[in-house]
Protein backbone atom coordinates (compact mmCIF):
# COMPACT_ATOMS: atom_id res chain seq x y z
CA UNK A 1 0.00 0.00 0.00
CA UNK A 2 1.43 3.34 -1.29
CA UNK A 3 1.73 5.72 1.72
CA UNK A 4 0.71 9.59 1.36
CA UNK A 5 3.68 11.82 0.70
CA UNK A 6 4.43 14.31 3.14
CA UNK A 7 3.81 17.94 3.09
CA UNK A 8 7.31 18.33 2.20
CA UNK A 9 7.17 16.47 -0.97
CA UNK A 10 8.54 18.64 -3.76
CA UNK A 11 5.91 18.91 -6.42
CA UNK A 12 2.58 19.25 -4.44
CA UNK A 13 1.51 22.52 -2.55
CA UNK A 14 2.66 23.32 1.42
CA UNK A 15 -0.11 23.41 4.16
CA UNK A 16 -2.23 26.66 4.56
CA UNK A 17 -0.24 29.22 6.68
CA UNK A 18 3.13 28.04 5.27
CA UNK A 19 5.89 30.78 4.24
CA UNK A 20 4.72 30.50 0.76
CA UNK A 21 1.37 31.99 1.54
CA UNK A 22 2.56 34.53 3.71
CA UNK A 23 5.16 35.88 1.41
CA UNK A 24 2.13 35.88 -1.59
CA UNK A 25 -0.38 38.02 0.53
CA UNK A 26 2.48 40.29 1.75
CA UNK A 27 2.49 42.64 -0.85
CA UNK A 28 -0.85 43.33 -1.71
CA UNK A 29 -1.04 43.92 1.49
CA UNK A 30 1.87 46.32 1.46
CA UNK A 31 0.13 47.82 -1.42
CA UNK A 32 -3.02 48.97 -0.21
CA UNK A 33 -1.52 50.41 2.68
CA UNK A 34 0.58 52.28 0.17
CA UNK A 35 -1.88 53.82 -1.81
CA UNK A 36 -4.55 54.23 1.66
CA UNK A 37 -0.93 56.86 2.13
CA UNK A 38 -0.86 58.56 -0.54
CA UNK A 39 -4.45 59.07 -0.92
CA UNK A 40 -4.65 60.52 2.72
CA UNK A 41 -1.49 62.61 1.19
CA UNK A 42 -3.58 64.51 -1.45
CA UNK A 43 -6.44 64.66 1.03
CA UNK A 44 -4.24 66.45 3.52
CA UNK A 45 -2.61 68.48 0.32
CA UNK A 46 -5.76 69.61 -0.73
CA UNK A 47 -7.45 70.86 2.81
CA UNK A 48 -3.48 72.48 3.44
CA UNK A 49 -4.07 74.13 0.19
CA UNK A 50 -7.17 75.89 0.23
CA UNK A 51 -6.91 76.59 3.86
CA UNK A 52 -4.26 78.85 3.25
CA UNK A 53 -5.58 80.54 -0.09
CA UNK A 54 -8.49 81.47 2.35
CA UNK A 55 -6.50 82.99 4.52
CA UNK A 56 -4.30 84.62 2.20
CA UNK A 57 -6.76 86.53 0.30
CA UNK A 58 -9.10 87.01 3.11
CA UNK A 59 -10.38 89.42 5.70
CA UNK A 60 -10.10 93.17 5.95
CA UNK A 61 -7.12 94.04 4.12
CA UNK A 62 -6.07 91.52 2.49
CA UNK A 63 -3.51 93.42 0.24
CA UNK A 64 -1.93 92.95 -3.09
CA UNK A 65 -4.31 90.43 -5.01
CA UNK A 66 -6.44 91.24 -2.78
CA UNK A 67 -9.37 93.82 -1.30
CA UNK A 68 -8.29 96.97 -1.50
CA UNK A 69 -6.33 97.71 1.54
CA UNK A 70 -6.99 100.74 4.22
CA UNK A 71 -3.98 103.33 3.27
CA UNK A 72 -3.48 102.66 -0.14
CA UNK A 73 -4.87 105.03 -2.55
CA UNK A 74 -8.44 104.17 -4.05
CA UNK A 75 -8.04 102.92 -7.36
CA UNK A 76 -9.95 105.23 -9.85
CA UNK A 77 -12.79 103.76 -12.38
CA UNK A 78 -14.73 105.41 -14.95
CA UNK A 79 -18.24 103.66 -15.05
CA UNK A 80 -21.54 103.88 -17.21
CA UNK A 81 -24.52 106.00 -15.40
CA UNK A 82 -26.99 103.31 -14.25
CA UNK A 83 -29.69 106.24 -14.73
CA UNK A 84 -28.53 107.18 -18.13
CA UNK A 85 -26.37 110.59 -16.43
CA UNK A 86 -22.44 111.15 -16.92
CA UNK A 87 -20.06 108.62 -16.33
CA UNK A 88 -19.49 108.18 -13.32
CA UNK A 89 -15.71 108.82 -12.29
CA UNK A 90 -14.35 108.34 -9.01
CA UNK A 91 -11.65 111.03 -9.42
CA UNK A 92 -13.57 113.39 -10.82
CA UNK A 93 -15.81 113.22 -8.09
CA UNK A 94 -13.41 113.19 -4.96
CA UNK A 95 -9.35 113.51 -5.12
CA UNK A 96 -9.49 116.17 -8.54
CA UNK A 97 -12.47 118.14 -6.43
CA UNK A 98 -10.10 117.88 -3.12
CA UNK A 99 -13.48 115.94 -1.80
CA UNK A 100 -13.58 112.62 0.59
CA UNK A 101 -15.91 110.26 -0.95
CA UNK A 102 -18.05 107.44 0.73
CA UNK A 103 -18.14 104.74 -1.97
CA UNK A 104 -20.39 102.14 -1.76
CA UNK A 105 -20.88 98.44 -4.01
CA UNK A 106 -24.41 97.07 -3.63
CA UNK A 107 -26.46 95.31 -5.79
CA UNK A 108 -30.69 95.18 -5.80
CA UNK A 109 -30.77 91.64 -5.37
CA UNK A 110 -28.56 91.66 -2.70
CA UNK A 111 -30.60 91.19 0.66
CA UNK A 112 -28.42 93.22 3.45
CA UNK A 113 -28.43 95.87 0.95
CA UNK A 114 -32.24 96.57 1.14
CA UNK A 115 -31.44 98.16 4.59
CA UNK A 116 -28.10 99.70 4.31
CA UNK A 117 -28.86 101.53 0.73
CA UNK A 118 -32.06 103.91 2.19
CA UNK A 119 -29.85 104.59 5.09
CA UNK A 120 -26.79 105.74 2.79
CA UNK A 121 -29.43 107.89 0.98
CA UNK A 122 -30.79 109.69 3.62
CA UNK A 123 -27.26 110.08 4.82
CA UNK A 124 -26.57 111.22 1.59
CA UNK A 125 -29.18 113.78 1.01
CA UNK A 126 -28.50 115.30 4.87
CA UNK A 127 -24.96 116.12 4.00
CA UNK A 128 -26.33 117.93 0.49
CA UNK A 129 -28.69 120.09 2.44
CA UNK A 130 -26.04 120.93 5.38
CA UNK A 131 -23.04 122.41 2.34
CA UNK A 132 -21.22 119.05 3.24
CA UNK A 133 -18.07 118.42 0.58
CA UNK A 134 -18.86 115.01 1.40
CA UNK A 135 -19.48 112.88 -1.84
CA UNK A 136 -21.80 109.70 -2.00
CA UNK A 137 -21.19 106.78 -4.57
CA UNK A 138 -22.29 104.18 -5.69
CA UNK A 139 -20.95 101.05 -7.69
CA UNK A 140 -24.32 98.62 -9.04
CA UNK A 141 -22.68 95.49 -9.41
CA UNK A 142 -23.94 92.45 -11.65
CA UNK A 143 -27.33 93.90 -11.90
CA UNK A 144 -29.73 94.46 -14.73
CA UNK A 145 -31.18 98.25 -15.00
CA UNK A 146 -34.62 96.47 -15.01
CA UNK A 147 -33.92 95.92 -11.26
CA UNK A 148 -31.35 98.61 -10.80
CA UNK A 149 -33.11 101.62 -11.85
CA UNK A 150 -36.49 101.08 -9.29
CA UNK A 151 -33.82 99.78 -6.63
CA UNK A 152 -32.37 102.95 -6.88
CA UNK A 153 -35.37 105.07 -6.78
CA UNK A 154 -37.20 103.49 -4.26
CA UNK A 155 -33.89 103.69 -1.82
CA UNK A 156 -33.87 107.36 -2.35
CA UNK A 157 -30.56 107.68 -4.06
CA UNK A 158 -29.71 110.78 -5.38
CA UNK A 159 -25.86 110.62 -5.64
CA UNK A 160 -23.95 109.25 -9.07
CA UNK A 161 -24.12 105.41 -9.51
CA UNK A 162 -22.25 103.95 -11.62
CA UNK A 163 -23.01 100.45 -13.73
CA UNK A 164 -20.26 97.15 -13.22
CA UNK A 165 -22.32 94.86 -14.87
CA UNK A 166 -19.14 92.59 -15.53
CA UNK A 167 -17.85 93.37 -12.31
CA UNK A 168 -14.58 94.52 -13.68
CA UNK A 169 -14.24 97.37 -10.83
CA UNK A 170 -16.26 95.48 -8.01
CA UNK A 171 -14.21 92.32 -8.67
CA UNK A 172 -11.15 93.12 -10.59
CA UNK A 173 -10.29 96.69 -9.20
CA UNK A 174 -11.51 96.07 -5.67
CA UNK A 175 -10.96 92.32 -4.88
CA UNK A 176 -14.52 92.27 -3.51
CA UNK A 177 -17.03 89.03 -3.58
CA UNK A 178 -19.92 90.77 -2.34
CA UNK A 179 -22.35 93.52 -1.33
CA UNK A 180 -22.32 94.70 0.77
CA UNK A 181 -18.94 96.81 0.81
CA UNK A 182 -17.70 100.65 1.67
CA UNK A 183 -14.72 102.21 1.30
CA UNK A 184 -14.17 105.98 3.10
CA UNK A 185 -11.53 108.00 0.98
CA UNK A 186 -10.09 110.53 2.51
CA UNK A 187 -9.72 114.22 0.36
CA UNK A 188 -6.88 113.09 -0.98
CA UNK A 189 -8.00 109.76 -2.09
CA UNK A 190 -6.55 107.44 0.68
CA UNK A 191 -8.80 104.40 2.02
CA UNK A 192 -9.03 105.29 5.52
CA UNK A 193 -11.80 102.97 6.66
CA UNK A 194 -13.95 99.79 4.81
CA UNK A 195 -16.51 97.84 6.22
CA UNK A 196 -17.73 94.43 4.97
CA UNK A 197 -20.96 93.86 4.99
CA UNK A 198 -24.15 96.40 5.88
CA UNK A 199 -23.20 99.93 7.32
CA UNK A 200 -24.68 100.82 10.27
CA UNK A 201 -26.26 104.07 11.18
CA UNK A 202 -23.53 104.27 14.00
CA UNK A 203 -20.62 103.14 11.93
CA UNK A 204 -21.58 105.63 9.30
CA UNK A 205 -21.66 108.92 11.33
CA UNK A 206 -18.26 107.68 13.04
CA UNK A 207 -16.86 107.64 9.17
CA UNK A 208 -18.13 111.12 8.42
CA UNK A 209 -16.90 112.67 11.29
CA UNK A 210 -13.55 111.58 10.42
CA UNK A 211 -14.08 112.56 7.20
CA UNK A 212 -15.22 115.92 7.30
CA UNK A 213 -15.69 116.34 10.57
CA UNK A 214 -17.77 119.52 11.51
CA UNK A 215 -17.42 121.24 8.13
Not at 185 to 202: F, L, N, R
Request: charged content about 15%; hydrophobic content about 40%.
Amino acid sequence: MTQPPDAGTPGLPPPPGGPTAATTSAPPRRLRAFLIGLVLAAVLAVFLFVGLGATSTSGKDAGTGGVVPVGSTAPDFTLPSVLGAAPVNLYALGKHRHHPVILNFFASWCVPCRTETPLLASTARAEQAKGSVLQFVGVDGNDLPADAVPFIHQSGITYPVGQDATLRVTADTYGLIAEPNTFFIDESGTVVGHVQGPVSKAELDRWIHTLVGGR
